[in-house]
């Protein structure tokens, strides 16, 4: 049997081995994109221009660590149209991945989760979020992943909202359904900024890319398990 310090350095080294994993895959991603004639397209860099919400569906702004786990969980969430990767916290000039990546900006890697109210509601995505797609008890960091960038955060668009994650954040403190205090930052949205084209939907694409594999199917699986009314392939 290994002893402790065997283990805790075995957990260290994979952490980094996955962190420069995800590094990797990205940047791969990238120069794979630029090559003329490629089917993706040359990759579009954050244009800096705030996202606008839907005209008749409300949205949910959420952060929970890297956006490509917690995408790839609401894309299976019943009731929800869309979801886009992308930058919300800081400021329009610098929501760019390599400038969001230094920790520096006061962005959060975020999601923007479009829904239909008249079959999920704004409280059954904070369920998922809070119990399947990040832990709330992680303090800037998520997984591997290390920084201001991967805190966790709700970003509210509306009194309403902001009561609602409020009085949940609340339920499960008194719970105590997490052994750690959960940590969540509940904020008002200032602008949500779609990340580059190469990280959207970026789990449906890669679903054999080692980070995903090792971090975020087993997301998927456990909203299986927790959410089957919830769920949909």
């Known amino acids: 049997m290994l002893d402790i310090a065997q283990t805790q350095e075995s957990a260290i080294e994979q952490q980094c081995k996955v962190s420069f994993v995800r590094l990797l ?15 993706n397209g040359q990759v579009q860099s954050s244009t800096g221009a705030a996202v606008q919400p839907s005209a008749t569906e409300p949205i949910a702004v959420l952060a929970g660590g890297c956006f490509w786990g917690v995408d790839g ?15 919300a916290g800081g400021a329009a000039s610098t929501a760019q991945y390599e400038t969001v ?21 704004y409280l059954q995505i904070l369920k998922v979020f809070f119990l399947v797609a990040h832990n709330p008890t992680e303090l800037n960091r998520q997984g591997p992943d ?12 509306s009194d309403e909202q902001k009561r609602i994650a ?15 205090p959960i940590v969540t930052q509940v904020v008002s949205l200032k602008g949500f900024y779609a990340a580059e084209e190469y990280h959207q939907n970026f789990l449906e694409r890669n679903p054999d890319n080692p980070y ?21 392939q």
């Open 25 to 39: 895959a990205g940047l791969l991603i990238v120069f794979a994109s630029m090559i003329p004639g490629n089917a």
């Open 73 to 87: 969980v609401f894309k299976h969430v019943k009731g929800v149209t869309k979801v886009t990767s992308g930058y």
């Open 101 to 121: 990546s230094s920790g520096t900006t006061g962005h959060a890697e975020s999601v923007e989760v479009v829904y239909d109210p008249s079959r999920i509601s």
């Open 146 to 157: 290390e920084g201001t960038q991967y805190r966790s955060a709700i970003f509210y668009t």
């Open 166 to 180: 409020e009085t949940y954040i609340n339920q499960l403190t008194e719970s105590k359904v997490f052994p750690k």
């Open 212 to 232: 995903i594999v090792y971090n975020d199917l087993p997301k998927i699986a456990e909203l299986r398990t927790q959410f089957p009314a919830l769920y949909i």
